[in-house]
């Protein structure tokens, strides 16, 4: 059974710093895997999809990297914005065709 | 293309009533999956439908919730006889295919009073 976990559970750092997400999974027979930004009562919204024959993906300042005979994934996130402060998500797609979550990083960005 | 339209975005149904969720894919997207998310708590699979197939339901509650996508029109969630428990936000997602990434709605909250 696929297990996503994701390290920390919440993170506070001060603006303009760099951060690193992680995120582990335990069945790494996967079609891909996939970060997601939630706000407070809101939806989600896709930051980067990387499939499993890819190692990373880049989009502006996010940099996301995976790593599937280990299991893992980072989100790097570059020169950090409170804009930035909200909850991560990762979550892969098994082979069954279900997206399984990890609970999040809550990400608060210190102004 | 307007993304994953989810309607209502709040709702508030008595114990005992009814709770129907709509939600249209994207277009030209035929697999829709269904989420719920409680309170502090991570995102839950309940089911996945293709056009008028309920590909796995796996994840949802075997009694009082159905789901279906018909050949025309949106997918519903539909809770009967709510209870305090199914107070949550509900997300839908569609795709085009297999492994190609999902696109979510902005979800509908249900609370149960």
């Known amino acids: 059974k696929q297990e996503v976990t994701q390290i920390p559970a919440a993170l506070s750092v001060p603006e303009g710093e760099n951060l690193v997400l992680n995120c582990s999974f335990t069945d790494s027979a996967i079609y891909n895997l996939q970060w997601f930004r939630q706000d407070p009562g809101k939806g989600l919204t896709s930051l980067l999809l990387?499939?499993?024959?890819?190692r990373e993906q880049t989009s502006g300042r996010l940099n996301a990297s995976l790593d599937k005979s280990s299991g893992r994934s980072t989100l790097y996130i570059a020169a950090s914005q409170p804009g930035d402060s909200a909850t991560y998500l990762c979550a892969v797609e098994n082979r069954d065709d279900k997206i399984i979550f990890g609970k999040g990083t809550r990400l608060h960005i210190l102004p | 293309n307007a993304g994953v339209m989810q309607n209502p975005r709040h709702l508030v149904r008595r114990r005992g009533q009814e709770a129907r969720l709509r939600c249209s894919p994207m277009?030209?997207?035929?697999?829709v999956y269904w989420y719920r998310q409680l309170p502090e708590e991570g995102l839950k699979f309940m089911v996945y439908l293709q056009k008028e197939n309920i590909i796995d339901e796996s994840g949802m509650p075997k009694e009082r919730f159905s789901a279906e996508f018909p050949k025309e029109g949106p997918s519903i969630l539909r809770i009967q006889q709510v209870v305090r428990g199914d107070s949550a936000a509900y997300f839908c997602a569609s795709s085009p295919r297999d492994n190609y990434g999902y696109t979510f709605g902005s979800g509908t909250r249900l609370t149960v009073v």
């Open positions: 277009k030209g997207h035929s697999h």
């Open positions: 990387i499939q499993s024959s890819q």
